[in-house]
């Protein structure tokens, strides 16, 4: 099943009000088992009442904590992102203690069986059913609006269902006049301690600034390697924090000006945020640095004996193999230019066509500086050079034998 996309403009409603609501949910429910407790004389639906109190002082504060993190001052220029992890990570704790609350159940035994059962037992299952749907929806939307914040505060409402489960089964064995509180407090008690025991351990990871993990980075170096301009993905490190995460990236880029390299870099920056909007800030560090190989394209006339005067308008394209160390070609072939017969915009789609092939670098007699295939190369990271060799046979045994990098 294809999982859920959701708008900037969805991402942001839930952002700010699921948690909210959650905090209404939980203010309505608490009223309800109040009510009910009071009404049957329930210790055990008393005590679940005041867990759902206290769900409306941790719904609040992780309501807090999702609209404080985006924001940056001068003190905090990366904002407040851990602020929802270490509320996570109190919510994480407020598991475990309900779950501690459940075991004195189990060690203390036995209690006074409550009167009006049916009443406290349709209190609980309302409050069961809204904590079931409503806590899948909002530990869902944590999920999709990667809000460890949220997600957190949906499976502590979700763990609030095994909680009224323990309250049911002894209501209900009330009913026959036995007392089952004792062992399911226990049994419930270990499926919650596991539940606030991943909750804390995920936060704490974030909060020790623990690397991203490995398919995340893998992810992220295949998709830049994919980028015209850069020739090698050295090293890529990262860290969540809250519902970001940051990236420190090492690389080699094909670019021989400042404002090429400038461009490249906006250029992969806009890839990865497009490919992950979890992604805040990336910091990279670059150099330039051409291939050992390089895959080098000339625009050619006569079958590839002449080097065109022409770009866009050549009449062939002839690619080789350039090793930089040895000063030695090889694989050399000629294709026809495919854009040739084109009415408009030949040297633009000639210079995407470039880019798309892996070219390194493009020799040619035709001054491209300043003109929109020439910007269009640059911008890709193809490196562009000029000869006034005519003969392609003397281009190749001479130009390419003495070319620096």
């Known amino acids: 099943m294809p999982q859920e996309i959701l708008t900037t403009e ?37 005590a679940d009442s ?15 904590g999702v609209r404080l993190a985006p924001q940056k001052f001068k003190r905090f220029p990366f904002g407040f992102y851990k602020i929802e992890n270490l509320l996570a990570l109190a919510i994480g704790l407020a598991i475990l203690y309900g779950a501690y609350e459940i075991l004195q159940v189990f060690i203390s035994g036995g209690s006074v069986l409550p009167k009006n059962i049916p009443v406290g037992i349709a ?13 899948r929806f909002e ?24 909680s009224s489960l323990v309250v049911l089964i002894g209501l209900a064995g009330a009913l026959f006049g036995v007392n089952l509180d004792r062992w399911a407090a226990l049994f419930v008690a270990l499926i919650i301690v596991k539940i606030g025991g991943e909750i804390i351990w995920d936060n704490l990871k974030v909060l020790l600034d623990i690397s991203l993990d490995a398919e995340k980075i893998k992810s992220y170096s295949q998709l830049l390697s994919r980028q015209p301009g850069v020739t090698k993905v050295k090293k890529i490190s990262g860290r969540n924090a809250g519902s970001f995460r940051f990236l420190h990236l090492s690389l080699g880029i094909k670019a021989y000006e400042i404002e090429q390299a400038k461009k490249i870099v ?13 992604i805040d800030q990336i910091f990279i560090q670059y150099t330039h640095e051409l291939p050992a190989v390089l895959t080098i394209l000339i625009p050619s006339e006569e079958g590839g004996r002449k ?22 070609y090889t694989d050399l072939t000629t294709e026809p230019n495919p854009f040739r ?3 408009k915009q030949r040297g633009i789609k000639l210079a995407h066509y470039i880019s798309d092939k892996g070219i390194d670098s493009v020799c040619c007699q035709k001054d ?10 640059h911008q890709l990271g193809v490196d562009l050079r000029r000869t006034k060799i005519n003969d392609m046979e003397e281009l190749l045994g001479d130009y390419f034998g003495n070319t620096q990098s």
């Open 123 to 135: 209190a609980v299952l309302a409050g069961m059913t809204l904590d079931f749907f409503w806590g």
């Open 341 to 343: 017969e084109d009415d």
């Open 266 to 278: 906006i250029n992969l920056k806009k890839a990865l945020k497009d490919s992950d909007p979890a």
């Open 368 to 377: 491209l500086s300043g003109k929109g295939p020439g910007l269009l190369l």
């Open 139 to 162: 530990a869902k939307s944590g999920r999709l609006i990667n809000s460890p914040g949220i997600e957190a505060s949906g499976n502590h409402t979700l763990s609030d269902v095994f």
């Open 10 to 46: 969805q991402k942001e409603f839930r952002r700010k009000w699921v948690v909210l609501i959650s905090a209404l949910e939980s203010l309505f429910e608490s009223g309800i088992k109040i009510f009910a407790a009071i009404y049957t004389g329930s210790a055990g639906l008393l």
């Open 307 to 328: 080097v065109s005067a022409h770009f866009g308008d050549s009449k062939t394209l002839t690619i080789l193999k350039y090793d930089q160390e040895s000063g030695t």
């Open 50 to 64: 005041i867990h759902s109190a206290a769900d409306v002082a941790g719904s609040f504060l992780v309501w807090i």
